[in-house]
């Protein structure tokens, strides 16, 4: 049987896969010590044996019934209880916390006291609410064995913890670093940004070796956790300077009435010229059709100069300029799939034209655009459309 054919990407290097799964699609293999951790590929979980019985860490319903098969086979192989007596939760959400239920009524469940407060809010009986709660460290410990949780702030969500296996040398964070991945959809979706790019430094100054992430098929280690801060340093570094020097007004204007379009446009670097594409206002060769990197709360570049023989120019108010700009020339994107558009510009910045003429000339020019950039229809189907 073939595989079905699958979406293009990028080779996965090696490193940042791990072990191979079992037939019954999990791995369950040692940290340190009586530390195991198990994943299915996406979701990790763990677990301390103790001569008293189990104590579990998190609980992915993706994982599901896996976590007793993994238990079962650790205990069996040493000898110990596969009782598991107490469950910590990470945090509160579903897809780390939705197999909660699975264990036994009598479980101590322990938390975050805001995991309880938003678990006693959400209501769902496949994650009890914990018992046992702390509002900033606990030490749990069983039968000897000891799990610091510490809370540090909000970050991936608003009670995400720090647990800390100081007698295994490992600590486990949920949802910030994705050994050999990059985050998923926006910073693995987290609600607090600021604390999300502060947990990896926070997480280093602990001591360990092993790094349980919550997610992927292997354990992290320190060298993870640094990559990781330089990418999200990388893209911080990134954003910042875009938030500084792109105005994104030209695009809302474009765009009108439909302001999500006007984002859509703003946030899509394919859509705007890149930065050596663009022509320098003073250059009597190459009007301003662009404006240059600025702040979003600087003036508006300089206009360029109207053209008496341009139609277009004609039809403006103000005193005509006597060079003649090429507002026919194709701007700077001629090459991609937004040509003709820059040279729509040079009359966005027309001189004396108030803005409701201004904006009517955009509108009349996005509706150019969006006429230009609509599927034509080739043989009964419509280019452009698979
Ligand atoms: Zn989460």
């Known amino acids: 049987m073939t595989s079905p054919a699958l979406p293009d990407y990028a080779p996965i290097p ?14 369950v293999g040692r940290v340190e010590r009586n530390l195991y951790w198990i994943t299915d590929g ?29 238990i079962d086979e650790i205990a069996a192989a040493n000898g110990v ?10 945090h509160h959400h579903d897809d780390h916390a939705g197999a909660a239920s699975l264990f036994d009524r009598n479980v101590v469940r322990v938390g975050h006291e805001e995991t309880r407060r938003l678990l006693l809010r959400d209501n769902d009986p496949a994650r009890p609410a914990p018992e046992v709660t702390f509002a900033d460290r606990y030490t749990l410990e069983v039968a000897g064995e000891r799990a610091e949780l510490v809370w540090h702030g909000p970050n991936h969500s608003p009670d995400n913890i720090f647990i800390h296996f100081p007698g295994h040398d490992t600590l486990m964070l949920i949802d910030v670093v994705n050994a050999g991945w990059v985050p998923i959809y926006n910073l693995n979706l987290s609600e607090d940004v600021p604390g999300y790019i502060q947990a990896p430094a926070t997480a280093l100054s602990y001591p360990w070796t092993h790094f349980i992430c919550g997610h992927l098929g292997r354990l992290a280690t320190r060298d993870d956790v640094s990559v990781h801060q330089q990418y999200i340093a990388d893209i911080e570094a990134s954003a910042r300077e875009a938030l500084a020097t792109v105005d994104p007004t030209p695009f809302y204007m474009r765009y009108g009435e439909n302001p999500w379009a006007g984002v859509k446009a703003g946030l899509r670097p394919t859509s705007t010229p890149s930065p050596s594409a663009r022509p320098r206002p003073s250059s009597p060769s190459t009007p301003a059709c662009w404006p240059p990197p600025t702040s979003r709360f600087s003036p508006p570049p300089p206009p360029p100069p109207r053209s008496p023989s341009c139609s277009r120019c004609a039809s403006t108010a103000g005193p005509a300029d006597q060079s003649t700009p090429d507002h026919n020339a194709p701007g700077p994107a001629s090459a991609g799939p937004g040509a003709g558009r820059m040279s729509g510009r040079q009359h966005w910045a027309a001189p004396g034209v108030g803005a409701p003429a201004l904006k009517e000339k955009i509108t009349a020019t996005a509706r150019r655009a969006s006429r230009r950039d609509r599927p034509r229809r080739v043989n009964g189907s419509e280019e452009g459309t698979p």
């Open 14 to 27: 090696r490193s940042s896969l791990g072990p191979a799964l079992n037939d019954q699609g999990y791995y």
């Open 81 to 90: 209880s596969n009782q598991v007596t107490h469950l910590v939760y990470s």
């Open 42 to 70: 996406v979701y990790q979980s763990a677990f301390l044996t103790t001569r008293d019985g189990v104590v579990l860490f998190d609980a992915p319903p993706t994982i599901g019934h896996n976590l007793q098969r993994a």
